[in-house]
C-alpha cells in the first residue's frame, strides 16, 4: 500500500507539485489524469526518489521512504520513451534487474524468455533496441520493468509516444499483463482513454494539485467540477437554465438541484420518441455511429450520434433522446472560461 | 529527519571512498611503474627513513652529464650517495636557489658561474666553505673576495669566442675577422648569428664580453653597429650552431657565429686531421662554473666532502670529454683532440662579478632595446 | 528541507579528491609565487602593477600574444574543421594513416619543431626565398602546426558520432548544402569547436619553446616574458603581474566559451559509427583539397625532420638511429636514448592514469544535470577550474613548486610522483573537455531507469556512463598520453636526471656540440613521435568485449 501525504516539490520557487495525498492498494491500478505540464510526472519522479521533496511524505507498506535511495526502493519506472540500455541487446536489458540481483544465468535466461513471451515478443532476444519499433520498444521497457519484480511499477505516459492504434491495443495488453502479473502500478497519464483501459482508480491532477481521487466508477459518476469533468473527456458541459432543460428532457429526479451537467458524445441519440429537437449541422461516418452536430434549441451546437440506419440529413430537424447513463450531474457551476456548452 | 541525514552522510562517505579508492589506485600503479626503474639507483624514500644520512642532494643546470662511475668513485670513498638534480640553465639555477633560500632544495650546488653567482652570494645562499687540499692553479678561478671567494668553490671553465667557418672564408677569397671590432665591417656584412643574452647564457657571456672590450659606457654604440651590419640574433645557442652557422651541419648561411672556445675539435671532418673551424681568441669571455655548499643543508658534511671531491684528479679529468669545459686542475690531461685544437685565450676578457651583479639587469634592458629596435 | 543534504554531500565529496589535487598542486604553487611578487615585507604592495604595465616592452608583448594567439587559434580552427570532416566522416583509404600524421606534430619537443621550421624557413633553407625566417608568420605556421590535432581529434570525434539522418532530413527540405552545413552540422558541432578553439588558444597563449626558437628576440609572449623575467631577471613583481594578466584573460576567455558554448549542450543523437561514415562524393571537394593542403604543410617539416636523422658523418643511412642505445658523442647524456624513451613510456602511464580519473570524475560532475542556479554555477566554475592550468605560466608553477612544496605533510619538491602529476595537469583539460560533452549527451532517465531497476548509483553508472564513455575516453586517454610524452617545459624544470624522459634528452643532445649528437637528438624526435603514434593507435582499438556483462 502506497500512502502519499502532503507532497510537495518545488524548482527554483515555482511549485510543481502541491501537497499532494494518494491512497494505492496492493494489487491496484492508480492512473494519474493530467494535462501536460500539471505536475503529474513530477510526483511520480519523487515517489520513485528522483525528485527531493520539499515536504511531505512518501510511505509503503507504513515505511517511510525519506532518505530511502531510489533503487533501493523496489519502484520500478518505466519511461514514456523506454529508456532502454541502446547498447544492450533486448535480452541484455531485459535481464538487466536479474543480472543485478545475481540470479543465475539460467533462471535468468528463462524469466527472460517468459517476460518477453508475456509482453508478446517472444523471440526478439538478440535484437537491439535502434531494430525495433516504438511500440516493440515500449514492450522490452515494460517487460525489463517487471523483470525488476517490483513493489509497484511507476509508468511515465508509457503509451503516449505511439500512434493512436498502437496505443488502443497496447493500453489493453498493459492491463492484461499487469493484472495477470498482480502488480501494483501507478500510471500517470493526459489520456482518458487509457485511463479507462488500464486502471482501477483515477487521481485527477491539475496545476500541482489533486481535484478528485477515487475508483473509476466514482470519479465517472461524480466529477467534483466541470474542471474534472472535462479532464475526464466530457466534451460538452451545460451549466444552469441549459443543464436543468437538458435534465428534464432526460427525466432526471431533482432538477433543482442540478448546477451543471457534463456530457459525452453519445449523450444524444437520434430518436423519433426523443424529447429535445434540433437542426443538423453536420455528420461524420465511422464504423460504428455517425456523429452528428446539431444546433439545439436553447442548448447550442451539441453532439450527438446516430445509429447507421437513422434517417439523418444536414440541415433537417432531428428529435434527441436524452441518455443520462452518459451524463455526469455537477453540484456547482462550471469554471468560467469554459462557460456553457462549450463543445470540444 | 535523522533518519534522512544519516542515509545521506553515508552515501557521501561511500561516494569518497570510491574516488579516494581510485585515485589510489591511480597512484598506486603511478608508484608501480616509477619503482621499476629504480633497481640501479635506490630510491629516496628509503633514504630518507635512514638513521644516517649518507646521501647527498646536488643541484646542477641540465648540462649535467657526468658518468655514474665517478659518481659511484665518491660514493665508494666517502660512503656518500650522490642524488643529482639538474633542471633549467645557470640562470634558472642561481634564481631557484634564491627563492629558496633558507629551505635549500638541495645540499650543494654545481654551475653556478660568475654571471650569476653574485646575485646569490648576496642573498646569503651558501655557506662559507673552502676545500683544504685544492690544486694551486684553482686560485686564478676564484670570486673575488667581496663576492663570495668564501662560498665559492671554482671547478671549471669554458671560454665563449667568436667561432668562424675557415674552410667558407678560403672558398670565398675573403679574410675571416680576427677582433670583435672586425665584425662591424662591411665585409662582414651579414656573416655573423649570436644567441641572445636575454634568453641564452653563452649570449650574456658575449654581452659581457663587448661591455669587458668597449667599456660600460661604448658597449651600446658596438652593437648598435653591430646590428647594423645584419647580425641575426637567435634565441639559444642550439639554433645559432646548427641552423644558421655555415659549419653546424643545418646548411646555414653565416659562417661567423658566436659559440665555444671548445667547439672546434667538433669540425674535424670524417678521416680529416684539422678542424675546419677555428675560435677566434680575442673575443672570449671566460665562464667560470662554482660548486658551493648550501644554506641550511641537511648533509652539510656530504656536501662538503662532494665539493672536495670535484676537485679531485678523476672528477676534474672527467670534465672535458662530458662537459665540454676545462678543469680548473691545469696538472690534469687533456684528451688529445682537445689538447690539439681546442685553445685557451690567454687574456680572455673579464667583467668584475660584483659590477655584473650590479649591473646585468640594466645592462639586459638595453641590450633587448638596441637588438629589437 | 529533507533529504537536500544526501546528493549535495555526495557531489561535494566526489568533488573534494580533483579540488585538492588541484589545490595542492596548482593553486598553491601560484599563489606562492603571486605572494613573492605581491607580499613585500608583510604587507600588500601593488604599485608593481602600474609600473609593469606601463613599461613599452610589456605592451608590445601582451599585444603580440593576443593577436598571435588569436590568429592562430582562428586559423588553426578554419583549417582543422575541413580535416576534422574528412578524416571522421569520409571513407577513403589511408585515413587512418593520415589521423597519426596529424598527431605527429602534437607530440615533437617544440625545441626540435623550432629547429626543422628554422631549417625550412631560414635564408638558406629550401622555403627560405618566403622571407618568413624570424618573422610572426613563422611562429603562426608552428602554433598552427602544433594545435591542429586538437581541433581535428576533438571535433572529429563529435562528428564521427553525429547522426546523418538530420542533415539528411534537411537536405530533403531543400537546403543546400553550404545550408545544411550552417545549420543542421555546425550547431550540432558546436559545442565541440568551441572546446576545442578554447584549448587551442590556450595551448597558443603559452606557448614557450616554438615562440622564442622562432620568434628570436623580437617577438615574446607572455610566456616567454615571465620565463625571462623570473629566470634570468628574478623581477617576480612584474613576474607575478603577468601571471595575473594571464589569469584574468584565462578567465575571461572561458567565460566567453562557456558562454558560446551554450548553457545547455544539445543532446547529441550519437550513433554506431559505421553508418556515419560515406564515401567522398563531388560535394567534398573542398574539404578534401584542404586536407590535401594541411596534410602538406604538415608533412614539410615532419618530411625535413626525418631527412636529416637520416644523414650522419657517413652520408645517407640508420647511423643516428644506431647510436640510440649509447649516451651520445662524448657522453652527452646520463642515459642511453633508449632508456628515457622507457622513462618517458612509464611516466606517459602515470600521468594518463592520473589524468583520466581525475578527469573522469570532473567530467561527471560537471555534467550532471543541475538543480537550480546555485549548482549550475557550481559546476560551471568546476569546469573552468580545470582549465586554468593550460593558461598559467609553466615556469609560475615550476618555482612555485619549489617554494610551497618544501614542507611535510607537502614535502614534494623532489618525489617522483611530481613530474607525472605536472604532465597530467597539462592533459586534464583535454579530458575533461573530451568527457563532458559525451557525459552531457547521455539522456539523464537512462541512470534514472537503472535506479528504479534497483541499479546502485555506481552500477547505473557502469551501465549508462561507461559504454558511451568508453570511446571517447580512450581517446583523450590516447591525447593524455601523447601529451604527456611530449610534454617539456614542466618535464624539464622537474626531471630527476636519473631518469630523464625522451623530450628531456632530445633537448641535452641538440644543446651540446658535435654532428653526432645533433643527428641523435633528431632520431629520437622521430622515435619519439612515431612511437606516440603507436601507442595512441592502440591505446584507441581497445573494446570491451562484452558490454552488456556490467
Not at chain 2, 324 to 337: H, N, R, W
Amino acid at each position: 500500500m502506497l500512502t502519499v501525504r502532503d507532497l510537495t516539490v518545488r524548482f527554483d520557487g515555482t511549485t510543481a507539485v502541491d501537497e499532494v495525498s494518494l491512497d494505492l492498494p496492493t494489487g491496484e491500478v492508480l492512473a494519474v489524469l493530467g494535462p501536460s505540464g500539471c505536475g503529474k510526472s513530477t510526483l511520480l519522479r519523487a515517489i520513485a526518489g528522483l525528485e527531493v521533496l520539499s515536504s511531505g511524505t512518501v510511505a509503503y507498506d507504513d515505511q517511510d521512504l525519506a532518505g530511502v535511495p531510489t533503487h533501493k526502493r523496489g519502484f520500478a519506472l518505466m519511461f514514456q520513451d523506454g529508456q532502454l540500455f541502446p547498447n544492450q541487446s533486448v535480452a541484455a536489458n531485459v535481464g538487466y534487474p536479474l543480472r543485478l540481483r545475481g540470479t543465475p544465468r539460467v533462471d535468468a535466461a528463462r524469466r527472460v524468455a517468459e517476460l518477453l513471451e508475456l509482453v508478446g515478443l517472444p523471440g526478439h532476444g538478440d535484437r537491439l533496441p535502434a531494430q525495433l519499433s516504438g511500440g516493440e520498444r515500449q514492450r522490452v521497457a515494460l517487460a525489463r520493468s517487471l523483470a525488476a519484480d517490483p513493489r509497484m511499477l511507476l509508468l511515465d505516459e508509457p503509451l503516449s509516444a505511439l500512434d493512436r492504434e498502437l496505443r488502443e491495443r497496447l493500453a489493453g495488453d498493459l492491463r492484461r499483463i499487469l493484472k495477470a502479473a498482480g502488480t501494483t502500478a501507478l500510471l500517470v497519464t493526459h489520456d482518458h482513454d487509457e485511463v479507462w483501459t488500464v486502471a482501477d482508480r483515477v487521481a485527477v491532477m491539475q496545476a500541482g494539485r489533486i481535484l478528485q481521487a477515487g475508483t473509476l466508477d466514482e470519479v465517472w459518476r461524480a466529477p467534483v467540477s466541470g474542471e474534472v469533468a472535462l479532464l475526464l473527456g466530457y466534451p460538452t458541459i451545460l451549466e444552469g437554465e441549459p443543464g436543468q432543460q437538458l435534465a428534464r428532457a432526460g427525466d432526471h429526479g431533482d432538477v433543482a438541484s442540478v448546477g451543471a451537467i457534463a456530457l459525452r458524445r453519445s449523450a444524444l441519440r437520434v430518436d423519433p420518441a426523443g424529447r429535445l429537437g434540433g437542426r443538423v449541422l453536420s455528420a461524420t461516418v465511422t464504423p460504428d455511429v455517425v456523429r452528428l452536430k446539431v444546433l439545439v434549441e436553447g442548448l447550442g451546437e451539441m453532439h450527438a450520434v446516430a445509429a447507421h440506419d437513422a434517417d439523418v440529413r444536414i440541415d433537417h430537424d432531428v428529435l434527441l433522446r436524452v441518455d443520462m447513463s452518459r451524463t455526469a450531474v455537477l453540484p456547482g457551476p462550471a469554471p468560467a472560461p469554459r462557460a456553457a456548452s462549450s463543445v470540444r | 529527519m535523522s533518519n534522512t541525514s544519516l542515509t545521506g552522510r553515508r552515501r557521501t562517505v561511500r561516494l569518497a571512498s570510491v574516488t579516494l579508492l581510485s585515485l589510489g589506485l591511480a597512484l598506486g600503479s603511478t608508484a608501480c611503474s616509477l619503482g621499476g626503474s629504480t633497481s640501479e639507483s635506490k630510491g629516496t624514500a628509503e633514504e630518507e627513513g635512514a638513521p644516517e644520512n649518507t646521501q647527498v642532494v646536488l643541484a646542477t643546470h641540465e648540462s649535467w652529464s657526468v658518468p655514474d662511475k665517478v659518481l659511484a668513485e665518491f660514493t665508494r670513498e666517502t660512503g656518500y650517495e650522490v642524488e643529482v638534480q639538474a633542471s633549467g640553465d645557470a640562470g634558472a639555477l642561481t634564481n631557484k636557489l634564491v627563492l629558496t633560500q633558507g629551505s635549500p632544495i638541495a645540499d650543494v650546488v654545481y654551475g653556478v658561474d660568475n654571471t650569476f653567482a653574485s646575485r646569490a652570494v648576496e642573498e646569503g645562499v651558501f655557506e662559507d666553505y673552502e676545500p683544504q687540499d685544492a690544486p694551486a692553479s684553482v686560485g686564478d678561478f676564484e670570486m673575488p673576495d667581496d663576492a663570495g671567494a668564501a662560498a665559492l668553490t671554482p671547478v671549471d671553465f669554458g671560454d665563449v669566442c667568436v667561432n668562424v667557418d675557415d674552410a667558407w672564408f678560403e672558398d670565398q677569397g675573403v679574410e675571416p675577422p680576427r677582433t670583435l671590432e672586425d665584425l662591424t665591417e662591411p665585409r662582414y656584412r651579414d656573416l655573423f648569428v649570436t644567441p641572445g643574452a636575454t634568453t641564452s647564457s653563452p649570449g650574456l657571456a658575449f654581452l659581457l664580453a663587448t661591455i669587458a672590450e668597449f667599456g660600460e659606457d661604448g658597449w651600446q654604440e658596438y652593437w648598435t653597429e653591430l646590428m647594423s651590419n645584419g647580425t641575426r640574433v637567435t634565441a639559444g645557442w642550439t639554433d645559432a650552431y646548427t641552423v644558421d652557422f655555415t659549419a653546424g651541419g643545418g646548411g646555414g648561411d653565416r659562417p661567423i657565429v658566436l659559440s665555444y672556445a671548445s667547439s672546434p675539435p667538433f669540425t674535424i671532418p670524417e678521416g680529416g686531421e684539422e678542424p675546419t673551424t677555428s675560435a677566434l681568441l680575442d673575443t672570449c669571455f671566460r665562464q667560470v662554473e662554482y660548486a658551493g655548499v648550501l644554506d641550511g643543508a641537511a648533509n652539510p658534511d656530504g656536501a662538503r666532502a662532494l665539493v672536495d671531491f670535484m676537485l679531485s684528479e678523476s672528477f676534474q679529468e672527467a670534465l672535458p670529454e662530458n662537459m665540454y669545459v676545462f678543469p680548473v686542475d691545469d696538472s690534469v690531461e687533456l684528451p688529445d683532440v682537445w689538447a690539439r685544437w681546442a685553445k685557451v685565450p690567454e687574456k680572455p676578457l673579464n667583467v668584475d662579478p660584483s659590477t655584473i651583479a650590479e649591473n646585468r639587469d640594466a645592462w639586459l634592458t638595453t641590450w633587448g632595446e638596441i637588438t629589437t629596435r | 528541507m529533507r533529504g537536500t543534504w544526501g546528493p549535495r554531500l555526495g557531489t561535494i565529496a566526489l568533488a573534494v579528491v580533483p579540488v585538492a589535487f588541484l589545490g595542492v598542486f596548482f593553486v598553491l604553487p601560484l599563489s606562492g609565487m603571486l605572494a613573492q611578487g605581491f607580499w613585500v615585507d608583510g604587507a600588500l604592495d601593488l604599485s608593481g602593477v602600474a609600473e609593469t604595465l606601463s613599461r613599452p616592452r610589456v605592451h608590445r608583448v601582451l599585444w603580440f600574444t593576443a593577436w598571435s594567439s588569436l590568429s592562430a587559434t582562428a586559423v588553426t580552427t578554419l583549417l582543422g574543421v575541413p580535416v576534422a570532416y574528412a578524416l571522421y566522416r569520409l571513407d577513403f583509404r589511408g585515413r587512418h594513416a593520415l589521423r597519426a600524421l596529424v598527431v605527429m606534430p602534437f607530440v615533437l619537443p617544440t625545441v626540435v619543431v623550432g629547429v626543422a621550421f628554422r631549417t625550412l624557413l631560414a635564408p638558406a633553407g629550401p622555403l627560405g626565398f618566403l622571407g618568413l625566417d624570424g618573422s610572426a608568420v613563422g611562429i603562426l605556421a608552428a602554433l598552427i602546426f602544433f594545435n591542429l590535432a586538437v581541433v581535428v581529434r576533438t571535433v572529429g570525434g563529435l562528428w564521427e558520432g553525429l547522426d546523418r539522418r538530420r542533415e539528411d532530413a534537411a537536405a530533403a527540405l531543400g537546403a543546400s548544402p553550404w545550408q545544411v552545413l550552417r545549420t543542421v552540422t555546425l550547431p550540432a558541432l558546436k559545442p565541440g569547436i568551441v572546446s576545442a578553439a578554447t584549448v587551442v588558444f590556450l595551448f597558443c597563449s603559452t606557448a614557450f619553446g616554438v615562440v622564442l626558437t622562432l620568434g628570436g628576440l623580437r617577438y615574446g609572449t607572455v610566456e616567454t616574458e615571465i620565463y625571462i623575467l623570473t629566470t634570468q631577471f628574478l623581477d617576480l613583481r612584474a613576474a607575478a603581474v603577468l601571471s595575473v594578466v594571464q589569469l584574468l584573460a584565462v578567465v575571461v576567455l572561458l567565460l566567453l566559451a562557456g558562454r558560446a558554448r551554450g548553457a545547455r549542450s544539445h543532446a547529441l543523437d550519437r550513433v554506431a559509427e559505421t553508418s556515419t561514415r560515406r564515401r567522398p562524393g563531388r560535394r567534398d571537394v573542398f574539404a578534401l583539397v584542404a586536407t590535401g593542403l594541411v596534410v602538406g604543410f604538415l608533412a614539410m617539416p615532419l618530411l625535413t625532420l626525418l631527412l636529416r636523422s637520416l644523414r650522419d658523418a657517413g652520408g645517407w643511412g640508420l647511423g643516428n638511429y644506431r647510436s640510440l642505445g649509447t649516451t651520445g658523442g662524448g657522453n652527452a647524456l646520463t642515459v642511453p636514448v633508449w632508456t628515457a624513451l622507457e622513462n618517458s613510456l612509464r611516466i606517459a602511464v602515470d600521468a594518463t592514469l592520473l589524468a583520466l580519473t581525475l578527469g573522469l570524475t570532473v567530467a561527471f560532475l560537471v555534467s550532471r544535470p543541475a538543480r537550480g542556479r546555485a549548482q549550475r554555477r557550481g559546476r560551471a566554475f568546476l569546469d573552468g577550474l580545470f582549465m586554468l592550468p593550460l593558461g598559467v605560466s609553466a615556469v609560475t608553477i615550476g618555482f612555485g613548486f619549489l617554494i610551497t612544496l618544501d614542507e611535510p605533510p607537502l614535502d614534494l619538491r623532489s618525489s617522483p610522483l611530481l613530474v607525472p602529476v605536472a604532465q597530467a595537469m597539462v592533459a586534464l583539460p583535454l579530458v575533461v573537455r573530451t568527457l563532458v560533452p559525451v557525459l552531457r549527451s547521455i539522456d539523464p532517465r537512462q541512470r534514472q531507469a537503472a535506479a528504479t531497476l534497483g541499479a546502485s548509483p555506481l552500477r547505473a553508472l557502469l551501465v549508462v556512463d561507461l559504454p558511451a564513455v568508453w570511446r571517447p575516453g580512450l581517446a583523450a586517454a590516447g591525447f593524455a598520453f601523447a601529451v604527456s610524452l611530449g610534454e617539456f617545459g614542466a618535464t624539464s624544470f622537474l626531471a630527476r636526471p636519473d631518469r630523464p624522459t625522451l623530450p628531456v634528452v632530445i633537448y641535452q643532445l641538440i644543446s651540446r656540440p658535435g654532428a653526432e649528437n645533433f643527428g641523435m637528438a633528431l632520431a629520437a624526435s622521430v622515435v619519439l613521435a612515431v612511437v606516440t603514434v603507436l601507442v595512441m593507435g592502440a591505446v584507441e582499438r581497445l573494446r570491451i568485449r562484452s558490454m552488456g556483462s556490467f
